[in-house]
């Protein structure tokens, strides 16, 4: 499943009342999707790492108390208590890594998420409840993982609505340019060579993620203000995503050092020369599949007139496997701007050209 599937399944398992249980590899943006889930529904975010936690921590120390046992209440648990008393909202309890801990920790977990309660604690029926964790060798599709985890029993992992989550270059490259404001040269690399967004290769032990090439970005943008040497960018880029997807990225940006012509420029000119389109009919399929997505950003916000046309000659100047694919992700994600593009004739010439008609 990738991030949009996952995102709407997860949904409709709350709304159940089961149970969610993420699975997928480290970076690949499972909390980043609790993290959107929490914000889309106007939930108060509260979130556990398993991994941190000792035994006893979660159900909390025992005191005596006027002959009675009584037991601390950990301070994530207090935390929810006290936003439900101050406000009419609900919260979303997310337990992250929950078989990245001890056997007896995961055991106390289980309690509270399963039976919502734990020694003397009981979770408000405004509190709803998802985990994630990282896959296991033991799962069929993740056999060659080399987690340390520890497994749940079958009893245990019966109770939970299990989601497989892959990452989604497509998705990843469209969060990236708009939200996560991942550096153009990142984008251009991924869109090129979709396999290194998550990679592993055999003889390395530094795996590419999208967690990863977010720092990849974040680096290369202090690297460009601070005039960063590339030996030293190349150490940071292959400590982050390994030495063989490092150099490949650090020959891919040599090679795109010059930049293409921008959006705002080519929605700008008059007509466009006879450089320019040379420009872009030369340019790489990578250049060019990110060059039309930044265009139907600039086009979604700048909705003037003559713009899709604008727009459609340059798309039309792209070869046609290329278009087509584009067109398919305009029509798929971008539904407030296909409408427009399909009042463009010099759109819809060009989506018949590709199919060899006139």
């Not at 969610?20 to 975010?45: C, D, F, M, N, V």
């Not at 994530?76 to 979303?92: H, N």
């Amino acid at each position: 499943m990738n991030y949009k599937e996952t995102l709407e399944a997860l949904d409709l398992a709350v709304l159940s009342g089961a149970v969610p249980l993420i699975i997928g590899e480290s970076g690949i943006g499972k909390t980043s999707l609790i993290r959107e889930y929490a914000e889309e529904k106007g939930l108060y975010l509260v979130n556990i790492d398993a991994n941190l936690l000792k035994e006893g921590e979660i159900g909390g120390l025992p005191t005596v108390v006027g002959g009675r046992t009584r037991y601390a209440t950990h301070h994530k648990l207090t935390e929810i208590d006290e936003y439900l008393e101050k406000s009419e909202g609900s919260v979303l309890l997310f337990i992250d890594e929950i078989n990245r801990c001890d056997h007896s920790v995961q055991q106390e977990l289980m309690n509270l998420i399963l039976n919502r309660e734990i020694n003397g604690y009981r979770l408000s029926g405004r509190v709803v409840v998802a985990a994630a964790m990282n896959p296991s060798n033991r799962m069929e599709d993740f056999s060659e993982t080399d987690y340390q985890v520890v497994d749940m029993d079958p009893a245990q992992e019966d109770r939970f609505v299990w989601f497989n989550m892959d990452s989604d270059s497509r998705e990843w490259i469209t969060w990236g340019m708009e939200e996560g404001e991942i550096h153009p040269l990142v984008i251009q690399f991924i869109s090129q060579f979709r396999e290194y967004l998550n990679y592993k290769p055999q003889d390395e032990f530094i795996r590419s993620t999208p967690r990863s090439w977010e720092r990849v970005s974040n680096a290369l943008k202090v690297a460009e203000i601070r005039d960063i040497d590339q030996k030293t960018l190349y150490n940071v880029v292959k400590g982050n995503v390994g030495m063989k997807v490092a150099q490949d990225f650090m020959a891919f940006i040599e090679d795109n050092r010059n930049p293409l012509v921008s959006p705002d420029d080519l929605f700008s000119m008059e007509v466009l020369s006879q450089f320019v389109k040379d420009e872009i009919s030369q340019a790489s399929h990578s250049r060019l599949y990110i060059l039309a997505k930044n265009m139907i950003l600039y086009l979604r916000d700048h909705m003037e007139p003559g713009f899709a046309d604008r727009y459609s000659e340059v798309l039309n100047l792209m070869p046609k496997d290329l278009r087509i694919s584009v067109m398919k992700e305009i029509r798929a994600d971008y539904g407030d701007v296909y409408p427009i593009l399909l009042n463009s004739d010099t759109f819809i010439e060009g989506f018949f050209q590709c199919y060899g008609r006139s």
